[in-house]
């Protein structure tokens, strides 16, 4: 086929094939144009710089050849020099491209064929291009497609103007999938790889369910009712937690919808998984009351700065509260967000009875006091030598058969067994090298000081590079679990403001900052800034 070919069939079948593939005609056109590019190159040679331009309009081809103006021509095939442009373009100058008009072309068995590889690589790239730019703005969209064939258990999903996956583990349980079903699943990532954009999509993700309910229930649709937390057993059972943006409307009651029929919509399409919908509340325990539903919860105990929950149970309560294989606890700790540990009356009672043993033989060791003045101080809520020591001399008066002068002796006896403990650290920290300067931070005392000196800060400028999660701990969660690293401080009742107050005043003493420094910082968090 000659380049001056029909004009008419060459846009024709540019029309034709970006129609096909969804793609910009212009594309198809330039790509047709590197194709005549790369096949005259054949005939002219590799070196030789050739231009072909195709008109939208009226498919009129013409080919020139450039040849560069340079001072000294090396590449004859590619340069010409300036003095013979100069013959060709008076106004020709250094830098400047020259072009010389090819006559039109046939088209060879090979040459063709390589240009119909040129073709197809462009389009294939410009589909690729399309598809990945259409897809990555519908990442969090609930999309239809039919089954193209299963792979080694993953299912691959013609959506229309493209292919996407569903990997066996984003397949719910014992779903089986086969050739031409129908399949609605959660674009949860897409991805640009080497053999063009990867569509993953899932069954299982927490969001296909809030999507679900997003299309079932029409308050959810319209920001009325929030999803606030999802937490999914797929196939088995699932927790998600509402709350309503209007006092007038049940949250609850909207996504369960009139005699079920909303909430069992959702449960069709995830093959039969119960649903149990909380109403979500800002008060933790609460919140864990309702999670652990159908069972009673007696007691909720919170650790705030370990986000960790006790919650008590009755005896008889035990396994409902647990649920199969964990699954009720563990769904109720994924929607909330924390670890539960449950415990029942029993266990709890053992519990509180082993503590009470211990403080009472701590007391009866630390003050030489008898088993029963021992108990009676277990009994009261003191937990520690610390407490009798700076505590009010009348609060330990007021206990019942203790007068003025038994509480003075108790308190007495606490405070010189605290500072023989002290006393005992000051030597070990001053074995370890801790310098004494580090006595001067606010908060700091002998036995911080030694478990410091064990992780080697020995100094001011030592413990004024410390972060707060250095010195009380962090948390980590990671697929539904939350995992604890220890600081310094595990072992002392230390908060992160009081262990970050500690930070501070330790870099103004090293001079890392100054008074005024230390003053705007203040300010800041006194206007809910971060500091």
Not at 89 to 107: Q, V, W
Not at 151 to 176: K, Q, T
Not at 449 to 475: N, Q, R
């Amino acid at each position: 086929m000659a380049v001056s070919a029909n004009r008419l069939e060459l846009l024709q079948i540019a029309d034709a094939v970006a129609r096909e593939k969804s793609i910009d005609r212009m594309i198809v056109i330039e790509a047709m144009q590197d194709a005549m590019e790369k096949a005259a190159k054949g005939r002219y040679g590799a070196e030789t710089e050739i231009k072909v331009e195709i008109n939208p309009r009226t498919g009129e081809t013409r080919m020139w050849r450039l040849l560069e103006v340079v001072e000294e021509v090396e590449e004859t095939a590619r340069q010409v020099s300036l003095k013979a442009a100069k013959l060709k373009n008076d106004a020709a100058k250094i830098g400047d491209f020259l072009t010389e008009p090819l006559p039109p072309m046939e088209f060879g068995r090979i040459n063709a064929q390589s240009a119909k590889q040129v073709i197809v690589q462009k389009v294939r790239d410009a589909e690729r291009d399309r598809m990945h730019e259409e897809y990555i703005n519908r990442v969090g969209e609930i999309v239809n497609g039919t089954v193209k064939r299963v792979e080694y258990g993953n299912v691959i999903v013609d959506l229309g103007r493209g292919e996407a996956i569903i990997r066996r583990d984003e397949l719910i349980p014992r779903e089986v999938y086969r050739y031409g079903d129908r399949v609605r699943a959660y674009i949860y990532d897409v991805r640009r790889e080497q053999r063009g954009p990867q569509i993953f999509l899932s069954r299982t993700h927490p969001q296909f369910m809030a999507k679900l309910f997003m299309q079932e229930v029409p308050e959810i649709y319209d920001g009325i009712i929030t999803i606030r937390s999802i937490a999914r057993d797929p196939g088995s059972r699932a927790k998600i937690a509402v709350t309503s943006n209007d006092s007038s409307i049940d949250p609850v009651g909207a996504c369960v919808g009139m005699r079920g029929s909303r909430v069992q919509a959702v449960v069709a399409e995830l093959q039969g998984e119960k649903i149990d919908i909380i109403p979500w509340t800002e008060s933790i325990a609460d919140l864990v009351v309702s999670a652990l539903q159908p069972a009673d919860v007696a007691k909720v105990v919170l650790d705030e700065q370990a986000e960790r929950i006790e919650v008590v149970v009755p005896d008889e309560q035990l396994s409902l509260a647990i649920g199969r294989r964990g699954q009720n606890v563990r769904l109720a700790s994924q929607l909330i967000g924390w670890d539960i540990d449950i415990l029942t009356e029993q266990e709890e009672s053992d519990r509180r009875q082993k503590e009470f043993t211990e403080r009472s033989a701590l007391f009866m060791e630390a003050l030489d006091v008898d088993e029963m003045v021992a108990q009676l101080l277990a009994s009261e809520g003191f937990s520690s030598v610390e407490e009798l020591a700076y505590i009010d001399l009348n609060e330990i008066a007021s206990i019942q058969g203790f007068d003025e002068e038994t509480a003075s002796e108790i308190q007495n006896r606490a405070a010189e067994f605290l500072a023989a403990i002290e006393r005992a650290n000051d030597e070990e920290r001053i074995a370890l090298g801790v310098e004494d300067e580090l006595y001067e931070v606010p908060g700091l005392n002998a036995a911080m000081l030694v478990a410091l000196g064990k992780e080697g800060i020995k100094t001011v400028d030592d413990f004024a590079g410390c972060a707060s999660d250095d010195l009380i701990g962090w948390t980590e969660r990671k697929d539904g679990e939350t995992k604890r690293f220890e600081g310094t401080f595990k072992d002392f009742p230390v908060s992160r403001e009081e262990a970050e107050e500690m930070i501070l005043q330790a870099r103004l003493k090293a001079g890392w900052i100054t008074e005024a420094d230390f003053g705007a910082v203040d300010v800041e968090a006194e206007e809910g800034a971060p500091a």
